[in-house]
């Protein structure tokens, strides 16, 4: 029997008219810039969401904010945006205006199915009681109380939201965000704002059961002994060099640098908008600027040794250029956030800190050195990277967020999704990089050193038994602790890209099982990425579920395919082998 705090977020999708794409997936995403550069499908959505209120939700007092805009091929446009009412933010408020290529209004995605209406403006709580009560929810120190409206839970409350840093709830004393009812003073929710790697329960069950995360690394490789050209007399700098990187987990490796003097060079990627990696220092630094910036004479960088502080760095720039190529070359998607802006990492964060994180408010990878206990190494593993930076593209979209938190973790399907899509990106980052040294796969921390030789895997999830990762989609779900319920949406994905059954690939074999024993046939990793990183752009909202996913891919098939394609068609085959199908879809107020 589910707990009753178990929210039902329901996300309403009505459009009417379906894209045409060609047979072959094109994703060229305008870049979010240009929801400034030109105001025009913005004021043209933003009208459009007044002008059928009825299917918006939109009502007198909402005031709407662009947060990211995405240009089809066909010149449709999905403009993303968050809400507030009478000045005050709403959570869980966010809806996508979708438009033809003349600006007409086709569609809207939104996570409120409710009036955004509060019984109340005035607070019975004063700012300052807020405070209060959020340091002691998250045992930390409280920032500046802010009203704003909760609409997550099927009504639109009056709370207050509040910033605690140096949390002691989260690890490395990492902030949260706590929502404290401004008429009640319940905390209504307590989240951390870094995305970890690390589960805290997976950290509870690698203690009991006395094992800890030995990674294979690629051992030390000796230095090839190439050295940076001579500079020409007509040098300028800065300017765009060719470094050496030798690394953890990787081997030798190129990387792309700066070069600042003749024999001065940073660990700085002018090529991919200034992607850089810094050295915390041994400090929880969650401010990049106040990393130490990494030099280097010569322009090779590492030793295969964690004795060099700068190896793990080349592992964490490689992993962060690859993920950001293979976004860009896949999808078109410029950064992270899609606004031709670099990424940014810091290694040596914190004293034995043993995970890995996406700092949302940084805007950067955050990675410890281990805490010489469970994990021994630097968890800068490939797809770690491409997991974690997957958030980063999550929270400049969708913006999925667990339903329920607490010290053991986060819960809820929108939760879920977001942990599943990480993966199933993470997976595409290591097969756009395949580096023989890290070869690709369907498994997720693989080279983490574990027992079971991997964390999660998206062909048969519950053969982990470490997070008891599920296969199929059940009621239990709404509760499940998110790595855990990810297990849905990545087995529907490894359907939809590889179909069932026993198959080797790379060298590493999988058997897909399915929930009612149907047999489905993949249409390859390309189609399915597409698929998916269409939906999660354009038909996902912060509180999308699993049924919810379904009809977004769904929707993205039809765009791309048509609805009598056999993409459909197997879309709907996959999810359906994890048992997500109109038929057993909750109803509302589940």
């Known amino acids: 029997m589910r707990s009753p705090h178990i929210r039902r977020l329901t996300v309403a999708v009505t459009v009417a008219t379906a894209a045409t794409f060609p047979a072959t997936p094109a994703l060229a995403d305008a870049p979010a810039a240009g929801a400034t550069a030109t105001a025009s499908p913005v004021d043209a959505a933003r009208a459009a969401a007044f002008a059928h209120a009825s299917a918006t939700g939109v009502t007198r007092g909402d005031t709407l904010q662009a947060k990211d805009v995405m240009t089809d091929p066909d010149g449709k446009q999905h403009v993303r945006f968050l809400r507030s009412h009478q000045g005050m933010p709403v959570l869980g408020g966010d809806l996508v205006v979708h438009l033809d290529r003349r600006g007409g209004y086709l569609g809207v995605t939104r996570a409120a199915d409710h009036a955004v209406k509060p019984a109340t403006t005035a607070a019975k709580l004063t ?340 997070e008891g990762t599920v296969d199929y989609w059940s009621p239990q779900v709404y509760d499940t602790e998110v790595h855990a319920g990810s297990g849905v949406s990545s087995h529907a994905f490894y359907l939809l890209a590889e179909g069932s059954g026993r198959k080797t690939i790379g060298g590493v074999a999988y058997e897909s099982p399915t929930y009612d024993g149907s047999k489905v046939t993949g249409i390859g990793r390309a189609k399915a990425l597409a698929i998916f990183y269409r939906a999660l752009t354009r038909y996902m909202v912060s509180t999308t579920d699993f049924h919810d996913a379904r009809t977004a891919t769904l929707k993205a098939a039809t765009d791309m395919y048509g609805a009598s394609s056999t993409e459909y068609k197997t879309v709907d085959a996959a999810w359906a082998a994890v048992n997500v199908t109109d038929a057993d879809a909750p109803s509302d107020g589940r």
Request: charged residues 25%; glycine residues 12%; neutral net charge.
């Open 127 to 466: 700012a300052e009681e807020a405070e209060r009560k959020a340091a002691d929810a998250a045992q930390g120190e409280a920032g500046t109380a802010e009203l704003v409206l909760d609409a997550r839970d099927g009504h639109a409350a009056l709370a207050y939201q509040v910033r605690v840093t140096d949390s002691r709830t989260a690890e490395a004393g990492g902030s949260r965000t706590v929502v404290v009812d401004a008429l009640t003073g319940r905390v209504r929710s307590d989240t951390p704002d870094n995305d970890e790697f690390i589960s805290p329960r997976l950290g509870e069950t690698l203690r009991k059961r006395g094992e800890s995360a030995t990674p294979g690394t690629d051992g030390q490789v000796a230095l090839s002994g190439l050295t940076a050209a001579p500079a020409s007399a007509a040098a300028h700098y800065p300017s765009t060099a060719n470094g050496t990187g030798t690394s953890l987990f990787v081997g030798k490796v190129p990387l792309t640098t700066t070069r600042t003097a003749r024999t001065s060079y940073l660990l700085k990627d002018p090529t991919r908008w200034g992607t850089e990696t810094r050295d915390a220092k041994g400090r929880e630094l969650e401010v990049f600027s106040r990393g130490t910036a990494l030099t280097s004479t010569t322009d090779e960088w590492g030793n295969g040794a964690t004795s060099n502080r700068a190896t793990v760095a080349v592992d964490a720039q490689y992993g962060i250029t690859k993920t950001l190529d293979f976004y860009k070359k896949t999808f078109g998607r410029k950064g992270i956030r899609n606004n031709s802006t670099g990424a940014h990492a810091m290694v040596h964060f914190g004293n034995k800190v043993g995970n890995a994180f996406w700092d949302s408010d940084c805007g950067c990878m955050l990675y410890g050195d281990g805490d010489g206990r469970l994990f021994k190494k630097p968890l800068v593993v490939l797809d770690v990277t491409g997991h974690e930076l997957t958030h980063g593209v999550v929270d400049a979209t969708a913006g999925l967020e667990p339903t329920r938190v607490d010290r053991y973790g986060q819960y809820g399907e929108p939760g879920a999704l977001n942990e599943s899509l990480a993966d199933i990106f993470g997976s595409g980052v290591e097969f756009a990089a395949n580096n023989p040294k890290n070869p690709p796969n369907y498994l997720m921390g693989e080279k983490l050193g574990l027992r079971q030789k991997f964390l999660r895997r998206l062909d048969h999830p519950s053969l982990d038994k470490l």
